[in-house]
């Protein structure tokens, strides 16, 4: 099975921007769907992007829509969430999430939706 690791989280003023990474253990990375969740402290995980198998289709939440970019290199078994304009609500702990699947759907939100998940890389905003 599949095993994630993020990086890139860190300290950045609103405006700013952030890369995160997520490296996937694995030979069948290019088999799930990646999907990248965030939380906020006290509050629940919440969707924030989805990326289908090859890279092809993705989907956002509306509030990161035109801000952030989901990306994924199969060669590197990586998925990536590039992060521009940020504001201090973009705040919290990204994680991402894997979904086997051999359909074509990708559009998963859900977080019981996802099977295998990384151990989350901390995101700061100031204002």
């Known amino acids: 099975q599949v095993q994630l690791v993020e990086s890139g989280g860190g300290l950045v003023q609103a405006g700013g921007s952030l890369r995160l990474s997520c490296a996937a253990s694995g030979r069948t990375f290019s088999t799930y769907v990646m999907g990248w969740f965030r939380q906020a402290q006290g509050k629940e995980r919440e969707f924030v992007a989805a990326i289908n198998w090859n890279g092809g289709s993705t989907d956002y939440t509306d509030s990161v829509k035109g801000r952030f970019t989901i990306s994924r290199d199969n060669a590197k078994n990586t998925v990536y969430l590039q992060m521009n304009s940020l504001k201090p609500e973009d705040t919290g702990v990204y994680y991402c999430?894997?979904?086997?699947?051999?359909?074509?759907?990708?559009?998963?939100?859900?977080?019981?939706?996802?099977?295998?998940w990384g151990q989350g890389t901390q995101v700061t905003v100031s204002s």
């Open positions: 999430a894997s979904k086997y699947t051999r359909g074509i759907s990708y559009r998963f939100r859900s977080i019981s939706e996802y099977d295998r």
